[in-house]
């Protein structure tokens, strides 16, 4: 059992930065998969950067470059640091874990997937 709370989010003005955490607890969490996806009003959730068990990252091409996903395995947290944010980044975030190792942490479109999740922050980005 994996229990995930996220932190941070806000309002901030197009360019500017935020900092999402998702603290979890679980004996399981650090062998998962972790990732960040997001939904904004009347779109589908849509996967927006995952880290593998190893470390490795995938991100999505909307967000490449500009954000950046880690994870504290010593403390579980699990972080998403928001850069150059644009209008169209606003929605609701939220964090996500499960038992999913390469190629299937790697595949974003795969939401159906996880089965523990944050309870969401929203980020609201004006220009």
């Known amino acids: 059992q994996v229990r995930m709370v996220e932190s941070g989010g806000g309002s901030v003005q197009a360019g500017g930065s935020l900092r999402l955490s998702c603290a979890a607890s679980g004996p399981t969490y650090n062998r998962y998969c972790a990732a960040w996806f997001r939904q904004a009003p009347g779109k589908e959730r849509e996967g927006v950067a995952s880290i593998d068990a190893d470390g490795s990252t995938t991100y999505a091409d909307s967000v490449k470059g500009r954000f950046t996903i880690s994870k504290n395995n010593a403390k579980k947290i699990l972080y998403l640091q928001m850069n150059s944010l644009k209008p169209e980044d606003t929605a609701m975030y939220y964090c996500?874990?499960?038992?999913?190792?390469?190629?299937?942490?790697?595949?974003?479109?795969?939401?159906?997937?996880?089965?523990?999740w944050g309870q969401g922050a929203q980020v609201t980005v004006s220009s």
């Open positions: 996500a874990a499960d038992a999913l190792w390469g190629a299937a942490c790697r595949d974003l479109r795969e939401v159906s997937r996880y089965n523990y």
